[in-house]
T-cell receptor, first 111, second 113 residues
């Protein structure tokens, strides 16, 4: 059974600092997603990583995928308060839109 | 471009009742999948439909069922509701299984009393 582990589960950081969220998964897959969720809201797609070595950047967020290590990272650069949210990674091992989600990382950016 | 629309957004039911939730995908998308989100279990896959056929099913009891219509709209039904069914039910739409991006609706928040 595929397991997806995120760490840390909770991250409190100061504005302007950098940090990385890690997503490990237990079986082979080269399809990984990052989503953002604000309280009481739905999931907003951030990145879709579809191959080994894929790197995508949007604003202060950059995501990468290493399928050999079964690891994805979400790097936050110079955090701002607006980035406060819960971030989920998800893996789709069967290419059938059957995503297995991590537990989520609650990010709080303090000014 | 309209997004994924889910109705109703909020509903309250009592134990033993049944509920039907609806999802209209983005125009042109043929795959609809459903997820349950709870504080204890997180986000869990329920089922996925493509061209009116259920292609994948998660690990949920038979009380949870779904279907997809020819216009790609989908419904899910939960019968004999239990307290533990209280959750946010999210629908996601995708062009198909190969494009690699799912777009989620705002969800239907179900409370079972």
């Amino acid at each position: 059974e595929l397991k997806v582990e995120q760490n840390p589960l909770f991250l409190s950081m100061q504005e302007g600092k950098n940090y990385t969220i890690y997503c490990n998964y237990s079986t082979t897959s080269d399809r990984l997603y990052w989503y953002r969720q604000d309280p009481g809201k739905s999931l907003e797609s951030l990145f879709v990583l579809l191959s080994n070595g894929a790197v995508k950047q949007e604003g202060r967020l950059m995501a990468s995928l290493d399928t050999k290590a079964r690891l994805s990272t979400l790097h936050i650069t110079a955090a701002v308060h607006d980035l406060s949210a819960t971030y989920f990674c998800a893996v789709d091992p069967l290419y059938g839109n059957k995503l297995v989600f991590g537990a989520g990382t609650i990010l709080r950016v303090k000014s | 471009k309209a997004g994924v629309t889910q109705t109703p957004r909020y509903l309250i039911k009592t134990r033993g009742q049944q509920v039907t939730l609806s999802c209209s995908p983005i125009s042109g998308h043929r795959s609809v999948s459903w997820y349950q989100q709870t504080p204890g279990q997180g986000l869990q896959f329920l089922f996925e439909y493509f061209s009116e056929t259920q292609r994948n099913k998660g690990n949920f009891p038979g009380r949870f069922s779904g279907r997809q219509f020819s216009n790609s709209r989908s419904e899910m039904n939960v019968s004999t509701l239990e307290l533990g069914d209280s959750a946010l039910y999210l629908c996601a739409s995708s062009l198909d299984a190969f494009t690699g991006e799912l777009f989620f609706g705002e969800g239907s928040r179900l409370t079972v009393l």
